[in-house]
C-alpha cells in the first residue's frame, strides 16, 4: 500500500468496516497485533490453500496438449488434429512430413503420468516445467469442461469467476467462488492481482476478509521517514496522520462514530508492522526478484506475472503469524492471473511464449515452486493451483493462422498433493467420426470441445480438499450435485487428490 490519503483511507476502511466495528467492541479481528512482530524465521507448518489462476482471453489449451501425429492412418485422431490445425502451428495441413517435424521439434511426448501408462500425447518444450510435474503425476488434466456458451469475453469471465453459468452479463457486483470458498473456510482471500478480480470477492454478510496483496513488499500503511516538508505532500500526510491518530487512541470516547476510525488505523498499523517484520528479515528470493524487477526481467511478456509469484511466497512466509488475540493470518485461497489469449491470428507468436513464461522452466511456477522447497518446504504439499480460461478455442484453426472462439476446454489442478492423470477423454474419437452435413468437426468450422463436465466439479472438488471435508464444495457450488459429469469420471477430493 503506497502512502495514504483521505480517498484511499476511507476505500479501506470501507472494505475493514466490519473488522474495526468488531474490534472498537471488543471482539478479536485476524488483523495482527504487536506480539506478531516478535515471530522469527519462516513457518514450517502449513495449512491447505487454494491459489487460483485465470487465463484471461480463452487460452487454446489444446495448442499446449497435442495428440501425436498420425501421418497416414485417416482413421486416427492424431491425423485430423494436424492435418485441420496446421494453420495455427504455421506448417503445411497437406504435408505429413510437417506434423511430425513440428512435434519432433516442438513438444515433449508423454506415455505416463506418475509411472502410469496413459494415452500418448505432446507438451509445448517451452512449457518443460509443466511437463516434468504432468510426468512426476503432480498435475489433473481434467477434459471437455464446459464453460459458458455465448462466446463473449466479459460475460463469461463472470461465469467463471462467479463459478455460476447462469451469472447475468451485468452482474458485476456479485459475488465470486473462491470469495464463497474462503468464506466458507473462515478464512481471508487475498487479491495478489494488480486489479481485484470478480473471483475473489466476498458473499454479502461474510465474516472473512478480502485483504490487498497486489504488492506484499509495501503492505498496510507506510510510516514515513522524511523530515523536511520539501520531501513531498505524501511524507507530511503520512506524519500528520499517524501522529492525530496516535493522540486519539487514549482519548477518544470508544462509544463515538469516530472510534471505528481510530481503532481501524490502529490494527491496519499494527497489521503492517507486523507483516513488514516478517518480511523485513527475508529478502524476496533472488530468482523470483528477478521474474519482475530490473531493466530485463526474466517475464519479457507480462512482469506483473512474478509480483503475483512473489505475492504467493510473502503471504507463505506470513502463515503462523497471529493477532495478539489468536487470530490467524488467514491466508486460505488466493488469486493471481494472466491476460492476453484471445489468439485469432499468429497464435503460435502469442501464445507460446506465454506459456513459457507460466509453465516453462525458470518462469514464474517453477521459480515459485523452487524458492517454497527451499524455504518452506511443508508448504508444497498443501498447495494447490487451478489454472482455467473462460472458454476453449474452435477444433479447427482459421485462415489467419489462429484459432476463434470455442466452447469447451481442459482446466488443470497442479500441486504436490494432487493425484495426477487425465480426467475425461483428453482427445474424444467423436470429434472425428461424429457427421454434421458429411464432415467430421474438424473440417467443419465453428465446431468446439464438447463440453461434458461442469466447472464446479472441478472446483468444488479442490474446495472439499482444501477444507478437508466433502461439504465445503456444496457450499460454495449449491447445485454441483446435479451439475454435468463426463461418464465415468469421478471428482472427489479422494479421486482428485493423493491425501484427502
Known amino acids: 500500500m503506497s502512502a495514504m490519503d483521505r480517498r484511499g483511507f476511507l476505500t479501506r476502511l470501507g472494505a475493514l468496516g466490519a473488522v474495526g466495528a468488531a474490534a472498537t467492541a471488543g471482539a478479536s479481528a485476524f488483523l ?39 501421418t497416414s492412418d485417416t482413421t486416427a485422431y492424431g491425423y485430423y488434429y494436424w492435418k485441420y490445425r496446421s494453420s495455427s502451428h504455421y506448417i503445411d495441413g497437406n504435408k505429413p512430413d510437417t506434423w511430425q517435424s513440428r512435434y519432433d521439434s516442438d513438444y515433449d511426448h508423454v506415455t505416463s503420468i506418475g509411472g502410469v501408462a496413459v494415452p500418448e500425447f505432446g507438451v509445448l518444450k517451452l512449457a518443460g516445467w509443466l511437463k516434468d510435474q504432468i510426468v512426476a503425476g503432480n498435475v489433473a488434466i481434467v477434459s471437455n469442461v464446459k464453460h459458458s456458451e455465448n462466446r463473449d469475453h466479459a460475460h463469461s469471465l463472470l461465469m467463471l469467476e462467479s463459478g455460476d453459468l447462469t451469472t447475468s452479463a451485468f452482474a458485476t457486483d456479485r ?10 473456510l473462515g478464512g481471508n482471500m487475498f487479491s495478489m492481482t494488480r486489479q481485484r478480480l470478480l473471483f475473489a470477492n466476498l458473499p454479502k454478510g461474510s465474516k472473512s476478509q478480502i485483504i490487498s496483496a497486489r504488492d506484499t513488499r509495501k503492505f498496510g500503511l507506510v510510516k514515513s521517514t522524511a523530515t523536511d516538508w520539501k520531501e513531498g505532500s505524501k511524507a507530511v ?117 506465454q506459456f513459457a513464461e ?44 489462429g484459432t476463434d472462439h470455442g466452447r469447451g476446454n481442459y482446466v488443470f489442478v497442479i500441486g504436490d498433493g494432487v493425484k495426477g492423470g487425465i480426467y475425461g477423454d483428453i482427445f474424444p474419437m467423436e470429434e472425428i467420426t461424429t457427421k454434421i452435413d458429411g464432415l467430421n468437426a474438424y473440417e467443419a468450422f465453428n465446431r468446439d470441445i464438447t463440453g461434458k463436465t461442469a466447472f464446479d466439479r472441478v472446483f468444488g472438488a479442490v474446495g472439499d480438499w482444501v477444507g478437508e471435508s466433502d461439504t465445503i464444495g456444496d457450499l460454495v457450488f449449491p447445485n454441483r450435485a446435479s451439475s454435468p459429469l463426463e461418464a465415468g469420471v469421478a471428482l472427489t477430493r479422494s479421486s482428485l487428490f493423493k491425501s484427502p
Request: aromatic share 8%; charged share 20%.
Open 237 to 353: 500526510s503520512d506524519r500528520a496522520l499517524s501522529s492525530y491518530y496516535a493522540a486519539k487512541r487514549d482519548s477518544i470516547d470508544p462509544s463515538s462514530p469516530h472510534a471505528q476510525f481510530v481503532q481501524t488505523e490502529r490494527l491496519l498499523r499494527d497489521f503492517s508492522n507486523a507483516v513488514q517484520s516478517r518480511l523485513g528479515s527475508n529478502a524476496v528470493p533472488a530468482a523470483i526478484a528477478a521474474l519482475f524487477s530490473g531493466d530485463s526481467p526474466t517475464l519479457k511478456r507480462n512482469p506483473n506475472f512474478g509480483e503475483e509469484m512473489r505475492n504467493i511466497y510473502d503471504c507463505l512466509a506470513c502463515e503462523d503469524l497471529k493477532s495478539a488475540a489468536g487470530a490467524p493470518f488467514g491466508f486460505r485461497v488466493g488469486s493471481v492471473d494472466y491476460g492476453g489469449w484471445d489468439s485469432h491470428k499468429n497464435q503460435r507468436d502469442q501464445i507460446e511464449p
Open 32 to 70: 495482527l497485533g504487536p506480539r506478531a512482530a516478535m515471530a522469527d524465521g519462516l513457518p514450517k507448518a502449513f495449512g491447505r490453500k487454494l491459489v487460483n489462476l485465470v487465463f484471461n482471453g480463452a487460452p487454446d489449451f489444446r495448442h499446449l496438449i497435442v495428440p501425436k501425429p498420425a
Open 175 to 184: 459475488d465470486g467462488w473462491g470469495g464463497r470458498l474462503a468464506d466458507a
Open 358 to 401: 507460466i509453465f516453462g522452466a525458470g518462469g514464474g511456477l517453477d521459480v515459485l515452486h523452487q524458492a517454497v522447497a527451499t524455504d518452506m518446504p511443508g508448504a508444497l504439499s498443501k498447495l494447490v493451483f487451478t489454472v482455467a480460461g473462460e472458454f476453449g478455442r474452435q477444433l479447427h484453426s482459421n485462415g489467419d493462422r
